[in-house]
């Protein structure tokens, strides 16, 4: 028998987001825009939801002319000229990752593996956790120097 990939209710749709978030990202496509971010943080299960919900309000808040995509299967939150940072649901745990996080001021203190040499950040199991103030702070710095991406010229 053959299921269609898109099939399931959004609590086997759930289920399956926590199977795929054993140390990964989730499946999530890349796309560009609001839509798709806003379906990933809807897709999420408890408590990861919530604080992705309210880290894309701080992020709206924060963020002149803010852009969002989902990459790597997370949401990239970032300015006209650059992403400033990443948002991403795992078992457990909700990583909000800044992309030259060692530039901010102070550093946040998770170096994440696989995640670039620059990148700092924390990891989220609660909102109890989330220092809204702090995370503004990083937000607003991080909109000042956003990552470009690609090759450096010679």
């Not at 969002?68 to 990239?76: D, E, F, H, N, T």
Request: glycine share 10%; with cysteine.
């Amino acid at each position: 028998m053959t299921a269609k990939k898109d099939a399931g209710t959004p609590q086997e749709k759930g289920a399956e987001l926590l199977v795929a978030m054993t140390g990964k990202a989730s499946p999530a496509k890349a796309a560009e825009g609001d839509k798709p971010v806003f379906a990933y943080i809807q897709s999420l299960p408890e408590p990861q939801k919530s604080i992705a919900k309210h880290v894309d309000a701080l992020a709206a808040k924060a963020l002149p002319d803010l852009k969002r995509a989902v990459k790597w299967g997370m949401a990239y939150y970032g300015v006209p000229n650059g992403w400033c940072f990443t948002s991403g649901a795992f078992v457990g745990h909700l990583k909000l990752m800044f992309i030259r996080g060692n530039e901010l001021q102070p550093e946040p203190p998770v170096t994440p593996i696989g995640m670039g040499k620059a990148t700092r950040g924390v990891e989220l199991t609660s909102m109890d956790e989330l220092d809204e103030d702090q995370v503004l702070s990083w937000m607003a710095q991080a909109a000042e120097k956003p990552f470009v991406g690609g090759k450096k010229k010679k």
